[in-house]
């Protein structure tokens, strides 16, 4: 799944992979099939939006507001479903929602920056989830640098960076000097090379910026 945070703050996992960790027993949580639905549902709405946010990049049209009002209203919309599931019920695990809409909880996590409280609050859950073996641990740092990102701190994994005149720029990374090797860590690739992805991925496709 490819994903586009809110505007101009963007990420891309490069290849996350759980390191290990079967799925936990059927009796530690029974499959909720209607919330698996639910998820899946709500990641497509989320996808569809930045998928129109990537054309017009890739295709060097500007982004207009009304695309990024309908951003804004899907974000709002998911963030505020998802505190309540896990309100009631807690952060969905892989036993109970399945491998690819445990994914989709985490995209829309990571696109709630409208509420940092509430990430902040997750971020634990997903720390649990990946020392079990049943989250990436690319997904830990990819939240961890958002929520530093947005509370103007700086992120201590350079995933996330702005497009600014056509070209990426990291937000402030701290201790930059070994950004490296914490991104080797949990399973990113360098700096350089994820920073090809993303030029390759948000900037325009016909060589312009």
């Known amino acids: ?4 945070p809110a505007l101009l703050c963007l990420s891309v996992a490069c290849g996350a992979t759980p390191r290990g960790g079967a799925d ?3 009796t530690v949580a029974a499959r909720d099939t209607a919330l698996e639905r639910e998820l899946l549902e709500r990641v497509r709405a989320d996808q569809a939006i930045r998928d129109t946010f990537v054309a017009r ?4 049209r ?4 009304l695309t990024v009002a309908r951003m804004n209203a899907v974000d709002a919309s998911n963030t505020a479903w998802l505190k309540g599931i896990v309100a009631r019920s807690g952060w ?3 036993a109970r929602v399945g491998a690819e809409a445990l ?3 985490f995209l829309l996590v990571q696109h709630a920056d409208q509420d940092t409280a509430f990430q902040a609050r997750v971020l634990p859950e997903l720390e649990r989830a990946a020392n079990e073996g049943t989250l990436p641990w690319q997904q830990v740092a990819l939240l961890t640098d958002r929520i530093a990102v947005h509370r103007g701190e700086p992120q201590r994994y350079g995933t996330q960076a702005s497009l600014v005149n056509g070209k990426m720029v990291f937000a402030p990374i701290a201790d930059s000097a070994h950004v490296d090797e914490r991104r080797a860590r949990v399973g990113l ?3 350089a090379v994820y920073a090809r992805v993303l ?5 325009d496709q016909r060589g312009k910026p």
């Open 57 to 60: 990049l890739q295709s060097g």
């Open 103 to 105: 994914e989709a909880a």
């Open 92 to 94: 969905p695990s892989r």
């Open 189 to 191: 690739p360098s700096l």
């Open 24 to 26: 936990l027993p059927s």
């Open 62 to 65: 500007p982004l207009d507001s």
């Open 1 to 4: 799944m490819r994903f586009l």
């Open 199 to 203: 030029d390759s991925v948000y900037t």
